[in-house]
Every structure is written in C-alpha cells, then in structure tokens.
C-alpha cells in the first residue's frame, strides 16, 4: 500500500506490477487508487462506518475522470459516508430506472421522514428488502396482481407468519399509492382473491402470576449483578412505563432529571415525558452509569438475553406494552388515560389543541403511576388478580410505592422453589 499526495504525474506513473495495489491519498483522506494486477486503475473512495464496516466506492476509471473532478466526487460522497449512509445502498437506488420500485421507496421515506421515527423508517426498508429485494428495479407499472398473489404464497410457505407478510404488503401498497399507478395492484390482488392486510388481533398480555415471577427474578438480579446488563431490570422498566422497547433503549442518562424521564424519538414525534415516580425512581437509583445510555444494551445484547426469558415466559417485548394498558385499564382508568400514558397520538381538538402541555400531564401521570404500580404490588403479594383497594398501602396516603416501602424480601422469595433459585442464579 502507497501513501503519497495523488497528483497527476502519480496517475501518470502507475503501472501493471502483476498484483493489485492501491494508492491512497496523503492529503485527502479516504481518496485513492485502485490499480489492478494488469494497470487499469480507478478512483475511489472509502471510509470506516457505523458497525465497523469499510465501505468502499468506485469514482470512475482515471482515464475518463480528472484527478479535480475525482477529487470533488470523493469530498461529497466522504461527507455522505461520515453520516452514516452506505453509499453502495444509494447507489443502487440512484442507478435504476427512474419509475423503478426503489426509486419510489426512497421518494416515499424522504418525503414522509419528518413525521416517521428512526425505528419505522427502518423497520419499512428492512421489511421492503427481507420480501421484494429482486423487485427493487423493476417499473412500478410491470408489478402486477399475480406477481403480488404469487410473491404473497411464497413468503407463507418460507413459513413467515400472515402478520409479518400482512405488514409487508401493507408497506407496499403505501409506497404504491404515491406512484401515478391509476390502480394499486396490491388493492386489485387483495380485492380479487378476497384477502385482508389487516393483522390479526393481538391481545396477549401477561397474566398476575407472570408480573410476579418478573419481580421476584427483578429482585434476584438486582441482589446478584456486579454492574452486569440487567434484562429483568429492563423488563421492569419496560412494565412500569408502557414505553416501546426501541425507546428505552435510547434512553440517555441526560433525559433522566430528579423528576421526570423524557423519551424521545418517539413513534409520533412528540417527546413524551413521565414522571421519575415510586418504583421507576427505585430502578434508575441502582441502575450504574457506566456510559451515556440508561441501559447499555444495543438490539443485538438486549435480544440475546431478552429472547431466552421471552421465550421461557411467554411474552415479547411489546406484549409488556399491552400488559401496561390492560392492567392500568384494570386497576380503574379509562381509555383516554392510558392512550395519554402510553403517547398515543391525540384525536379530540381539545387534545390536540389544548392538552397538550406538560404541567398537567405529569400532575395525572403520578396520580396514574401510583395506582398502577400499587396495583402490581398487590399482586406480587399474592393477594391475587384483583383491584386493589383504596386504603391499601400507599393509595391512602397518595405517596409514591418503592420496592424499599413494600419491603418485598420478606414476601414472594422465601418462597421459591429452591431449583428455581438455584437455575436463576446460574443465569445471571
């Protein structure tokens, strides 16, 4: 590998060695030379990006490209690569045809970006390259029902679930809809086969005894770790909140004050703050500081030790979402209440308009904290799946629940079946 400052009489001094070599620019850095084993050389750009990948991009042969223009080209697509962009990826884009599939995928996301989170941007082109990958440059025009019909048949039988092809397609004909298509051949191919894109109803949520077993496994891991990622502390956190998965793992520590925790990047784009309350105080009091995340986790450590208890117990991470709705939903508040707990968008002009400021908020939000989370503890001490009623411990007094209040110790563990125990501490 050659190191120099590229002017024109290095292009002029290349020569076939019979092995590739590159030469890569002194001042410029990432700008290069690519030379083959037979002396054809190219431009080219390359940078380290998130994930530690290197990518790297042809320019354009040096005998049809100035060094100026190569130069141009590399500071613009460096300054691309620097943002996190996979330039190889666009590229794709940019090259196909100009009514192709991706080029109205990227029209779509680009125009409609303000208003999607991170998350749903990404989760629209993961699922649009897992299922139409090989479409991606054909005419919007040549995608017909039955290539719609006969790629949806496919997917079932690659044994991938009627919601996830559901979403896909539903992807798909929203893309579609913003193409100058007089029909949407998703619609068409639904409409004549007699399907639905609609999935079907998820209503599963943990059951008391499941929210118990969570706490008692809580209090082992907290008890046992030695600033270890803690999955129960996280599952916790994820059931006394209602937040999605994707938000607390993007949870600063500098979005946590004395009194309140602020998620941002939400899925409607507003910011939603809850108040640091009872339990949720308790979890972040213990929780270490060892970097700017709250958790620590990424989505590859969190699902390698989240998939093995979701698996065990049942659930999934948005199943912790619903447990959030319907519990609160049990323990005495309405529909609205819990939409304004979970961030749900607003629908009413007094909503929209009027409510939708903090100070109020967080003043119903503690009131919503205290009763919820007293009702979790009136299970964890096994008074069972019922309303907990309102002289029971903190609900008379209106202050905030702690696990250090309940004093939980002297309850549900010195219970536990001593192979329950003795397979718990293993995992931690």
Request: net charge positive; aromatic share 10%; hydrophobic share 35%.
């Given at each position: 590998m050659n190191t120099?400052?590229?002017?024109?009489?290095?292009?002029?001094?290349?020569?076939?060695?019979?092995?590739?070599?590159?030469?890569?620019?002194?001042?410029?850095?990432?700008?290069?030379?690519?030379?083959?084993?037979?002396?054809?050389?190219?431009?080219?750009?390359?940078?380290?990006?998130?994930?530690?990948?290197?990518?790297?991009?042809?320019?354009?042969?040096?005998?049809?490209?100035?060094?100026?223009?190569?130069?141009?080209?590399?500071?613009?697509?460096?300054?691309?690569?620097?943002?996190?962009?996979?330039?190889?990826?666009?590229?794709?884009?940019?090259?196909?045809?100009?009514?192709?599939?991706?080029?109205?995928?990227?029209?779509?996301?680009?125009?409609?970006?303000?208003?999607?989170?991170?998350?749903?941007?990404?989760?629209?082109?993961?699922?649009?390259?897992?299922?139409?990958?090989?479409?991606?440059?054909?005419?919007?025009?040549?995608?017909?029902?039955?290539?719609?019909?006969?790629?949806?048949?496919?997917?079932?039988?690659?044994?991938?679930?009627?919601?996830?092809?559901?979403?896909?397609?539903?992807?798909?004909?929203?893309?579609?809809?913003?193409?100058?298509?007089?029909?949407?051949?998703?619609?068409?191919?639904?409409?004549?086969?007699?399907?639905?894109?609609?999935?079907?109803?998820?209503?599963?949520?943990?059951?008391?005894?499941?929210?118990?077993?969570?706490?008692?496994?809580?209090?082992?891991?907290?008890?046992?770790?030695?600033?270890?990622?803690?999955?129960?502390?996280?599952?916790?956190?994820?059931?006394?909140?209602?937040?999605?998965?994707?938000?607390a793992i993007d949870?600063?520590?500098?979005?946590?004050?004395?009194?309140?925790?602020?998620?941002?990047?939400?899925?409607?784009?507003?910011?939603?703050?809850?108040?640091?309350?009872?339990?949720?105080?308790?979890?972040?009091?213990?929780?270490?500081?060892?970097?700017?995340?709250?958790?620590?986790?990424?989505?590859?450590?969190?699902?390698?030790?989240?998939?093995?208890?979701?698996?065990?117990?049942?659930?999934?991470?948005?199943?912790?979402?619903?447990?959030?709705?319907?519990?609160?939903?049990?323990?005495?508040?309405?529909?609205?209440?819990?939409?304004?707990?979970?961030?749900?968008?607003?629908?009413?002009?007094?909503?929209?308009?009027?409510?939708?400021?903090?100070?109020?908020?967080?003043?119903?939000?503690?009131?919503?904290?205290?009763?919820?989370?007293?009702?979790?503890?009136?299970?964890?001490?096994?008074?069972?799946?019922?309303?907990?009623?309102?002289?029971?411990?903190?609900?008379?007094?209106?202050?905030?629940?702690?696990?250090?209040y309940i004093e939980?110790?002297?309850?549900?563990?010195?219970?536990?079946?001593?192979?329950?125990?003795?397979?718990?501490?293993?995992?931690?």
């Amino acid at each position: 590998m050659n190191t120099t400052a590229i002017t024109q009489r290095t292009i002029n001094s290349i020569e076939a060695t019979g092995s590739p070599y590159f030469i890569r620019d002194g001042n410029l850095r990432g700008f290069g030379i690519k030379v083959t084993g037979r002396g054809k050389a190219s431009f080219i750009v390359e940078k380290r990006v998130r994930g530690g990948r290197v990518v790297r991009q042809k320019l354009g042969d040096v005998d049809l490209l100035s060094l100026r223009e190569a130069k141009e080209a590399a500071t613009t697509t460096l300054l691309r690569l620097s943002k996190g962009e996979d330039v190889n990826k666009t590229r794709a884009i940019e090259d196909s045809p100009n009514d192709s599939l991706a080029k109205h995928l990227s029209r779509y996301i680009e125009t409609k970006h303000d208003k999607l989170a991170e998350g749903t941007v990404a989760g629209y082109r993961n699922i649009m390259k897992a299922f139409f990958s090989d479409w991606m440059n054909t005419p919007v025009n040549a995608i017909s029902q039955s290539l719609i019909i006969d790629k949806r048949n496919q997917l079932l039988k690659e044994g991938k679930s009627s919601n996830y092809v559901s979403r896909g397609f539903r992807t798909l004909k929203a893309v579609l809809n913003t193409s100058d298509l007089p029909i949407n051949p998703v619609n068409q191919a639904m409409k004549k086969w007699g399907l639905s894109l609609q999935s079907s109803n998820r209503s599963h949520y943990l059951s008391q005894e499941t929210i118990v077993e969570i706490f008692a496994r809580y209090e082992l891991e907290n008890l046992f770790r030695d600033k270890a990622l803690g999955v129960y502390t996280f599952i916790v956190f994820l059931l006394l909140t209602g937040c999605r998965k994707s938000e607390a793992i993007d949870l600063l520590w500098s979005d946590v004050s004395e009194t309140t925790i602020r998620f941002r990047d939400t899925k409607n784009k507003k910011d939603h703050v809850v108040p640091l309350w009872g339990m949720l105080k308790d979890i972040l009091n213990t929780q270490p500081r060892i970097n700017e995340r709250v958790f620590g986790f990424t989505q590859y450590t969190l699902r390698t030790r989240f998939e093995p208890v979701g698996k065990e117990l049942g659930f999934t991470a948005h199943d912790l979402r619903r447990t959030f709705a319907e519990h609160s939903n049990f323990a005495g508040f309405d529909s609205n209440m819990i939409g304004m707990a979970l961030n749900h968008t607003p629908t009413g002009v007094t909503q929209k308009n009027y409510l939708s400021g903090e100070l109020a908020k967080l003043t119903l939000m503690e009131n919503f904290y205290s009763r919820y989370q007293t009702q979790l503890i009136y299970y964890y001490l096994r008074y069972g799946q019922r309303k907990a009623p309102d002289n029971f411990k903190g609900l008379e007094t209106g202050k905030p629940i702690s696990w250090k209040y309940i004093e939980l110790w002297g309850g549900y563990l010195e219970d536990m079946n001593p192979k329950m125990f003795e397979d718990l501490m293993d995992g931690m």
